[in-house]
T-cell receptor, first 111, second 113 residues
Framework: SQQGEEDPQALSIQEGENATMNCSYK?????LQWYRQNSGRGLVHLIL?????REKHSGRLRVTLDTSKKSSSLLITASRAADTASYFC???????????FGQGTRLTINP | KAGVTQTPRYLIKTRGQQVTLSCSPI?????VSWYQQTPGQGLQFLFE???????NKGNFPGRFSGRQFSNSRSEMNVSTLELGDSALYLC????????????FGPGTRLLVL
């Protein structure tokens, strides 16, 4: 079963707008990671946020983590057509030797 | 450094056959994980190998197996293929642990007819 659940399942916005995706999970975690996947290809790591961190930035990406609500959000600012992809959150649970992925958010950036 | 490579990229098999997929991790990475991705079930963890030992296994039948060689290269095998095994199989490597950043290969797309 999937630990992470992304919301929304699909998101379509205009180029230049900001895109926000949310992820909820069920158990205590060591860290939470966000990945991007372009059209059925391999996943690309975007950012890792540890359980003792609340916010992290990387270029146009901003990730927040609220461990009390067991949720995270990924914000992509000033979106570009190249950001069109599926975005997945993945959680690394304490003591577990695997990543558990959510179902993903399919983001479409319209020119 | 070269990225994670997977071979073959595409494969067509018929029910009942077996298949072997190969993964070469990034140089220096000792942990290799395998995932199955399907439209219905999403990304599901198959197993993880570290120093030639399987450290963790997902909820897949025994038809799915794997191994890791001394150079960290890994193979996964699926025996007695079923239609439902059609999927994108992704390999990922990390330095030591699955909980670290995972570096994914391009995947092997398997179609079972």
């Amino acid at each position: 079963s999937q630990q992470g659940e992304e919301d929304p399942q699909a998101l379509s916005i205009q180029e230049g707008e900001n895109a926000t995706m949310n992820c909820s999970y069920k158990t205590s975690i060591n860290n939470l990671q966000w990945y991007r996947q372009n059209s059925g290809r391999g996943l690309v790591h975007l950012i890792l946020i540890r359980s003792n961190e609340r916010e992290k930035h990387s270029g146009r990406l901003r990730v927040t983590l609220d461990t009390s609500k067991k949720s995270s959000s990924l914000l992509i600012t000033a979106s570009r057509a190249a950001d069109t992809a599926s975005y997945f959150c993945a959680t690394a649970r304490q003591g577990a030797q695997k990543l558990v992925f959510g179902q993903g958010t399919r983001l479409t950036i319209n020119p | 450094k070269a990225g994670v490579t997977q071979t073959p990229r595409y494969l067509i098999k018929t029910r009942g056959q077996q298949v072997t997929l190969s993964c070469s991790p990034i140089s220096g990475h000792r942990s290799v994980s395998w995932y199955q991705q399907t439209p219905g079930q999403g990304l599901q963890f198959l197993f993880e190998y570290f120093s030639e030992t399987q450290r963790n296994k997902g909820n897949f039948p025994g038809r799915f197996s794997g191994r890791q060689f001394s150079n960290s290269r890994s193979e996964m095998n699926v025996s007695t293929l079923e239609l439902g095994d059609s999927a994108l199989y992704l390999c990922a490597s990390s330095v030591n642990r699955v909980g670290e950043t995972q570096y994914f290969g391009p995947g092997t797309r398997l179609l079972v007819l």
